[in-house]
């Protein structure tokens, strides 16, 4: 089966180490040069000098995640075309490396977005958590962004400002140090002051506009990925909903026909996240995984589970276990090894890499310290578990076909 386990790795200083990854019966490394800035291009040297760290611990450099887009690209800024450029060049040089899939997104200003990144879990332990009145709170009371009370309604004004007035001064100031720090994956750190100024430079950008920002880019790039043999798999939006007034364009099923039909061929692929992707119950995942198969480069698996009730049509929810919350990770399981089957079938030799996306913070995750939403023994038992799914789905139909053979 062409299936790889993969492990999210933050480089030399990422707390959860090469070791563990592989003691975790990974194969592949998820991985990016994160000192590099967002719109530089990424050199051979330093490329090979990563790969040679991972190969000494037995290795395999996989999948970037994630090659950065610059706030210029998205914007039309003053020097997008240099960024695209670098970014093409960054390509060319990851394939001449002999890496061939790389994860990035289009989400505006901030990528993937939580309030409490310690938030006790239904189980044990602790957790990831996006909570949508807090948010809204940061947005209407810190941030004090024009047209927010608009945007939110008078509902959630009253609802965040309750919220606003219940934290405590350390709360506050966690909370706004969580949105604004950037998690795992991101290049920068803001400030409230930094952050206005830049949600300025989107003004007037609308849907549709990020969305022919995007056609051009794909229109750009996909060529040179296409030339280099090397996916590009565009990751959803984390949550799907637009925030702070931003528009968000990698949100649901159409978002992502919308996506493949800019470019037709495997340079323009998916990082299916079914987490991301969950928090929507409008989202149906299994429909989705079957739909776009064969588009797939990455699979990011997890689970969200959405909190009662929503403010202004945006879900609270945080990090489930693999198995619990509102993804079927079985039935997507079995999606998957058919899809996988498929391929092979098909002469495709190419792997398709899969990791445990997120975790749970287990045992001693949170004393050891990691990068949030990264634990070392929360991911292990999340691959553990999808380990045996997996396995499981390719037994239960490698048996099927054998007993469904006419003598």
């Known amino acids: 089966m062409l299936l790889e386990q993969t492990w ?30 967002a719109g530089e291009i990424w050199p051979v040297e330093a490329i090979r000098e990563r790969q040679k760290m991972i190969r000494a611990a037995k290795l395999e450099w996989t999948v970037v995640e994630s090659l950065e887009v610059t706030e210029r690209i998205k914007m039309r800024a003053p020097g997008w075309q240099q960024d695209v450029g670098s970014f093409a060049q960054s390509i060319r040089n990851l394939a001449t490396c002999g890496i061939h899939t790389v994860a990035y997104n289009w989400m505006p200003l901030f990528s993937w977005m939580r309030t409490h990144l310690h938030e006790p879990a239904p189980k044990g332990g602790f957790t990831t958590r996006f909570d949508a009145t807090a948010f809204a709170a940061f947005d209407l009371f810190m941030l004090k962004r024009k047209a927010a009370e608009e945007e939110w309604g008078e509902e959630a004004v009253s609802a965040a400002h309750a919220c606003f007035e219940r934290l405590l001064p350390v709360e506050a100031d966690m909370l706004r140090e969580t949105i604004l720090a950037g998690l795992p994956g991101g290049h920068h750190r803001l400030t409230l002051e930094q952050t206005s100024e830049m949600l300025r430079g989107y003004e007037g950008i609308s849907r549709a506009e990020l969305r022919s920002t995007l056609a051009e880019f794909l229109a750009r790039v996909c060529p040179v990925a296409q030339e280099c043999g090397v996916r590009l798999c565009i990751h959803p939006d984390d949550p799907p909903r637009p925030l702070l007034g931003l528009p968000r364009i990698v949100s649901t099923a159409e978002d992502l026909r919308w996506i493949l039909d800019q470019h037709d061929g495997d340079a323009n692929s998916l990082t299916l996240c079914t987490g991301a992707l969950g928090v929507r119950a409008d989202n149906d995942l299994r429909a989705m995984l079957t739909e776009f198969a064969p588009r797939i480069g990455f699979l990011h698996l997890r689970s969200t589970e959405r909190e009662p009730g929503t403010i202004a049509g945006m879900e609270s929810f945080f990090e489930a276990a693999h198995l619990d919350g509102d993804t079927d990770l079985i039935s997507l399981a079995i999606e998957v090894v058919r899809e996988a089957r498929r391929r092979e079938l098909a002469g495709d030799k190419r792997s398709l890499p899969f990791r445990a996306d997120h975790g749970q913070e287990l045992l001693n995750d949170r004393e050891r310290g990691a990068a949030p939403g990264y634990p070392a023994v929360g991911r292990l038992r999340g691959l553990a578990e999808l380990r045996g799914a997996l396995t499981m789905a390719e037994r239960c139909m490698t048996k099927v076909e054998q007993e469904c053979r006419i003598p």
């Open 8 to 37: 999210r790795w933050f480089g030399s200083n990422d707390r959860v180490t090469l070791r563990d990854a592989r003691e975790a019966g990974a194969t592949g490394i998820v991985t990016s040069l994160h000192e590099i800035s």
